[in-house]
């Protein structure tokens, strides 16, 4: 019966300093939970859009179109609280996907996030939003 206490006191201990070596991990990747958001374009793809805070004011921000016709441009427009933070083209890649990830400001108070991506061949339109 002794040797089982102590071993339930070594589990125990083993817990707690995994769990002690585990937090500056974490916080050093960026303090806060991801939000995120998604939903379908006007055609076959969908999206998904990403905000996470980083520390140092920064959010991580990602989007993703999946589903899109490999070989295929779409012109992409990312706002802030109206603000742009991200104008440019990305092409589908094999996978069927396209991403744009990029680390932005984090604004005063809500940081509402919107994202545009326009097939140049189709016309097909994905139209996300996600507030943090």
Same mark, same amino acid.
């Given at each position: ?13 083993? =817990? %707690? #300093? !995994?769990?002690? %070596?585990?937090? $500056? @991990?974490? =916080? ?7 939000? +995120? *958001?998604?939903? !379908?374009? !006007?055609? %076959?793809?969908? &999206?998904?859009?990403?905000?996470? $805070? ?6 991580? =921000? ?5 589903? @899109?016709? $490999?070989?295929? /441009? &779409? ?5 802030? *609280? #109206? ?5 440019? +083209?990305?092409?589908?890649? !094999? ?14 108070? +809500?940081?509402?996030?919107? %994202? /545009?991506?326009?097939? *140049? /061949? ?6 996300? +939003?996600?507030?943090?």
């Amino acid at each position: 019966m002794r040797a089982n206490k102590f071993v339930r006191m070594g589990i125990v201990g083993l =817990m %707690a #300093g !995994s769990l002690f %070596a585990a937090a $500056p @991990a974490a =916080m050093a990747q960026g303090g806060g939970a991801r939000v +995120s *958001n998604q939903g !379908s374009c !006007s055609g %076959a793809a969908d &999206w998904k859009l990403s905000l996470k $805070p980083e520390d140092g004011g920064k959010i991580q =921000m990602e989007f993703e179109v999946e589903h @899109a016709k $490999p070989g295929q /441009t &779409w012109a992409v427009r990312i706002t802030d *609280n #109206g603000t742009q933070v991200f104008k440019g +083209s990305r092409t589908a890649n !094999s996978l069927h996907k396209f991403k744009v990830k990029k680390l932005i400001n984090d604004r005063a108070g +809500s940081d509402a996030v919107k %994202a /545009t991506a326009t097939n *140049n /061949t189709t016309g097909q339109v994905c139209n996300g +939003s996600v507030t943090l």
